[in-house]
């Protein structure tokens, strides 16, 4: 199944319902038009690399010191979610990126930082649904290496859990799309 490669930061804040959408512009090994959507339904693949305090809102630091005290397995990634794309959008506009700070747990710093690297490319918005499932441990192959968005992993995942209740994720949706239209 199609993975995600995401900080494992930003999966444990998607796995409490404190961040919904996650802003990419693809990584130095994606196609130089930017990030592409390559999957509706993923696995969200944790990643070690990158995260740093300043990157975080402080109010979310927690997450930072949840992913340093719970490593994966040397040699394994731990997999604990997947999600769904309930809606993606390419966003040029600073003011809309600005507006959508409370559905993330970046700083704005990163978020600018982001921006300006191929400013020529717009930001990728994603709305996501994202569900637990029981936790497992899938090898780290070579082939997963490299600043790159998509790997596939190979895995089949059980049916999850949604993090967020139908009525909770509708609102955040509806909000969403109100500040993207």
């Given at each position: 199944?199609?993975?995600?490669?995401?900080?494992?930061?930003?999966v444990?804040?998607?796995?409490?319902?404190d961040q919904?959408?996650?802003?990419?512009k693809?990584?130095?090994?994606?196609?130089s038009?930017g990030f592409k959507?390559?999957?509706?339904?993923?696995i969200?693949?944790?990643?070690?690399?990158?995260q740093e305090?300043n990157h975080?809102?402080?109010?979310y630091h927690k997450?930072?010191?949840?992913?340093?005290?719970?490593?994966?397995?040397i040699?394994?990634?731990?997999i604990?979610?997947y999600a769904k794309?309930?809606a993606?959008?390419d966003?040029?506009?600073?003011?809309?990126?600005?507006a959508?700070?409370s559905?993330?747990i970046w700083?704005?710093?990163?978020?600018?930082e982001?921006r300006?690297?191929?400013?020529e490319n717009p930001?990728k918005?994603?709305?996501?649904?994202v569900?637990?499932i029981?936790?497992?441990?899938?090898p780290?192959?070579?082939?997963y290496?490299?600043?790159?968005?998509?790997?596939?992993i190979?895995e089949?995942i059980p049916n999850g859990?949604a993090?967020?209740n139908d009525?909770?994720i509708?609102l955040?949706?509806d909000q969403?799309?109100?500040?993207?239209?």
């Amino acid at each position: 199944m199609e993975s995600l490669k995401e900080w494992a930061t930003i999966v444990n804040a998607l796995e409490k319902g404190d961040q919904t959408v996650i802003l990419r512009k693809g990584g130095i090994l994606d196609v130089s038009s930017g990030f592409k959507m390559e999957a509706k339904k993923f696995i969200l693949f944790p990643t070690q690399e990158h995260q740093e305090y300043n990157h975080i809102k402080p109010q979310y630091h927690k997450y930072l010191e949840q992913a340093k005290a719970t490593p994966p397995k040397i040699g394994f990634n731990k997999i604990t979610s997947y999600a769904k794309v309930l809606a993606d959008i390419d966003i040029s506009s600073n003011e809309t990126i600005n507006a959508l700070s409370s559905f993330h747990i970046w700083s704005d710093s990163y978020i600018n930082e982001r921006r300006n690297w191929k400013p020529e490319n717009p930001m990728k918005a994603v709305f996501l649904q994202v569900y637990k499932i029981p936790e497992f441990d899938t090898p780290l192959k070579s082939e997963y290496q490299g600043c790159k968005s998509w790997i596939n992993i190979n895995e089949e995942i059980p049916n999850g859990k949604a993090v967020l209740n139908d009525t909770e994720i509708k609102l955040k949706l509806d909000q969403f799309t109100e500040i993207v239209k």
